[in-house]
């Protein structure tokens, strides 16, 4: 089972640029989670999602687009990268509500 | 979802219990507790979680007071590998509400 997979692990954008972060999870959930943390920072949850077609924001959800057209794929768009989106980005899925999450490795971006 | 307190730090000795608190006096009837774990800058990693019964697996155990405004997580053998950000998540297991919301966590510190 791969899990959670997240692409690129690594990426550098200058300001303004664009780019997709890549989510997929081949367990069949319905839950799908973004998340950032900044150096020494406890994760903030930018956008989440129940299902195909249904999104919802989080705590920081400024900055940040996502789409749900399959239940598998869970991508999150930064339309004008600006030097505060430097985080690392985890992507999660879960089953049912009251059963365990599951982490990607994370995305470390930096924005120059 | 209730908001949790920990303590930001904690040390325990190799070999020995690491016993983790964490304080949810609001939370609610239908509110499960949820214990992650994040080493170093790897994804977070799902531990244990429970309603109102005391809980084990092959990780740790969980103690929830009778009233549940409170837990402690249990690592019975504390290795070097445990050193780590240890979080409390409080959430609702039905409903609309689906988010999964981290807070600050302890960092453990297992010392040789």
């Known amino acids: 089972n791969a899990g959670v997979t997240q692409t690129p692990k690594f990426r550098i954008l200058k300001i303004g640029q664009s780019m997709t972060l890549q989510c997929t999870q081949d367990?069949?959930?319905?839950?799908m989670y973004w998340y950032r943390q900044d150096p020494g920072m406890g994760l903030k949850l930018i956008y989440y999602?129940?299902?195909?077609?249904?999104?919802d924001k989080g705590e920081v959800p400024n900055g940040y687009n996502v789409s749900r057209s399959t239940t598998e794929d869970f991508p999150l768009r930064l339309e004008l990268a600006a030097p505060s989106q430097t985080s690392v980005y985890f992507c999660a899925s879960s089953g049912e509500l009251n059963t365990e999450a599951f982490f990607g490795q994370g995305t470390r971006l930096t924005v120059v | 979802d209730a908001k949790t307190t920990q303590p930001p730090s904690m040390d325990c000795a190799e070999g020995r219990a690491a016993n983790l608190p964490c304080n949810h006096s609001t939370i609610s009837g239908n509110e499960y507790v949820y214990w992650y774990r994040q080493i170093h800058s790897q994804g977070p990693q799902y531990i244990i979680h429970g309603l109102k019964n005391n809980e084990t697996n092959e990780m740790a155990s969980l103690i929830i007071t009778e009233d549940r405004k409170s837990s402690t997580l249990i690592l019975p053998h504390a290795t070097l590998r445990d050193t780590a950000v240890y979080y409390c998540?409080?959430?609702?297991?039905?409903?609309?509400?689906?988010?999964?919301?981290f807070g600050k966590g302890t960092l453990l510190t297992v010392n040789p």
């Open positions: 999602s129940v299902g195909a077609g249904i999104t």
């Open positions: 998540i409080v959430r609702v297991a039905t409903g609309s509400n689906y988010k999964l919301t």
């Open positions: 367990m069949n959930h319905n839950y």
